[in-house]
């Protein structure tokens, strides 16, 4: 696949360019230059041209290739689907992660960019163009994988394509959910697809909670860019999912998969009703001491056990949040940063579907998660995110995130201090968003930011601060200079 910039291939037709404005500044395009390659799934053909400009354009041009097309009209949402798209096109989503960060972030940089003022709308959608190409890059040297047209003659009817999805997932078959899963986009509502995938997406622990995160971040994204681009997302989500090794996991028993299948069972014993239930602080309390050193197990048994005494699910959210951030003061890593953006995914997939199973079992599945996170990242004793105190008097915003860029614990301690003492905490979000698009260089930048800033307000109200304040340790600080990609999206929108 060519990576360097030919502009003459980008438009199919001259209706198709008429549509995006641009048509007198590209050279007229042969027959033979048009024709689409039949090895490689093609997309609706309004937004096939402006997928193949971005995967045809070099990493040193193609911010300035779409720049030049949104100052002639092309619009966020085309230019977000065309992302989306492309990605899951051309990054092979096997493992999920690594690479694939280019597709698992678009809707991180998406929440950034509404979050954004209108004069720096575009810089988190132009930082996931550079990280597509460079994705792309990679991917070509790892064998070029491309996502190839669905086989139509295996694609089943509306009435049977459930039942071969659940099938197929239950098999690791590849072939078979594959096919089911263009049958149940053509076919099926979207809720219904959305129920099935969140199931199977916190079914197993294998690439440390990304299977959630994608499940949840590529139906966020459908959202914003529309339920016609679905098909060619959910064959790529459907195919990483099945992310299961060497060995077929439905025929083993593998540690990825056990707390899943104890849970199958666990979440029948929950009590009818147990959406509704006190909040109870010391609830919260004794389920954080389970998630510091308790088992998987104990963990997913603990939360039937306050269920079924009528315990608010959202007692042990609290507990939940606070562990995943607790863990990242502890020790700040990749392993730790995962607890949260596994758990703001989750916690999403619990709040949208409308299957009362899969809500139980994405509940007792993210208690299990966190004790796994925090065994494989060897997270110690530490400082407990319910006892730190903060410093004296209240510092400003700007000397918070001054001290970011310094001693991570200080800027914890002024964080809390601040926003003890803050009214409203906008300015504090907005400042942090600010500077993860100005500074920000890495996917989970935007990934972790994106969920914090999110659950603070999934959090009861005596316990957000806390989690907010904890979040600086992965946040961005003030004294790091802005990134080059900055300049040039500047430069590019003019």
Do not use: C
Not at 403 to 414: I, L, R
């Amino acid at each position: 696949m060519s990576v360097n910039p030919s502009r003459r291939q980008v438009l199919q037709t001259g209706a198709v360019a008429g549509a995006f404005g641009f048509l007198s500044r590209i050279p007229s395009v042969r027959a033979e230059e048009a024709k689409l390659d039949p090895k490689q799934v093609q997309f609706r053909p309004e937004i096939e041209p402006l997928v193949r400009m971005i995967e045809e354009a070099s990493r040193q041009r193609v911010l300035e290739e779409v720049g030049a097309l949104i100052k002639k009209g092309t619009t966020y949402t085309e230019v977000l689907s065309a992302l989306m798209l492309a990605g899951v096109r051309n990054i092979q989503p096997r493992p999920v992660g690594f690479k694939f960060h280019a597709v698992l972030v678009v809707n991180s940089a998406h929440l950034a960019s509404m979050n954004s003022p209108d004069s720096d709308r575009w810089l988190p959608i132009f930082w996931a163009l550079d990280q597509f190409k460079s994705s792309q890059a990679q991917d070509v040297k790892e064998g070029n994988w491309t996502m190839a047209p669905v086989k139509e003659s295996e694609v089943p009817s509306a009435e049977k394509a459930r039942q071969m999805f659940v099938e197929g997932m239950e098999q690791w078959d590849v072939v078979k959910v594959d096919a089911a899963t263009a049958g149940l986009a053509r076919s099926v509502g979207a809720q219904e697809v959305f129920d099935l995938f969140a199931k199977y997406g916190s079914r197993d622990f294998r690439d440390i909670g990304h299977k959630a995160i994608y499940v949840a971040n590529s139906w966020r994204t459908l959202q914003a860019i529309g339920w016609r681009h679905s098909e060619p997302v959910l064959r790529s989500l459907g195919y990483a999912l099945l992310q299961g090794g060497d060995k077929n996991p439905a025929e083993n028993s593998f540690g990825a998969d056990l707390p899943g299948r104890m849970n199958e069972k666990l979440l029948k014993t929950i009590r009818d009703g147990w959406q509704r239930g006190l909040m109870v602080k010391e609830a919260t309390a004794e389920m954080l001491g389970v998630l510091r050193s308790g088992s998987w197990e104990e963990a997913s048994r603990k939360v039937v056990e306050f269920l079924n005494k009528k315990i608010s699910p959202q007692s042990i959210w609290d507990a939940l949040f606070q562990h995943a951030s607790e863990m990242l003061m502890r020790q700040p890593g990749i392993i730790s940063l995962h607890a949260t953006t596994t758990t703001n995914a989750m916690h999403y997939a619990h709040q949208q579907t409308s299957n009362d199973e899969t809500r139980r079992f994405l509940l007792l599945q993210n208690a299990a998660f966190l004790t796994m996170f925090r065994d494989r990242g060897a997270v110690k004793e530490g400082v407990k995110i319910d006892e730190f105190e903060p410093v004296d008097g209240v510092p400003s915003i700007e000397e918070i995130f001054a001290e970011v860029s310094g001693n991570k614990v200080v800027a914890a301690q002024k964080a809390l201090a601040y926003l003890k003492s803050a009214k409203n905490p906008r300015p504090f979000l907005d400042e942090a968003q600010r500077l993860i698009y100005l500074k920000g260089n890495g996917s989970h930048d935007y990934k972790f930011s994106s969920a914090v800033l999110e659950d603070y307000y999934h959090i009861t109200g005596g316990m957000r601060d806390r989690f907010l304040a904890a979040s600086v340790y992965w946040l961005q600080g003030s004294k790091k200079k802005d990134t080059d990609l900055v300049a040039r999206t500047r430069a590019a929108l003019g």
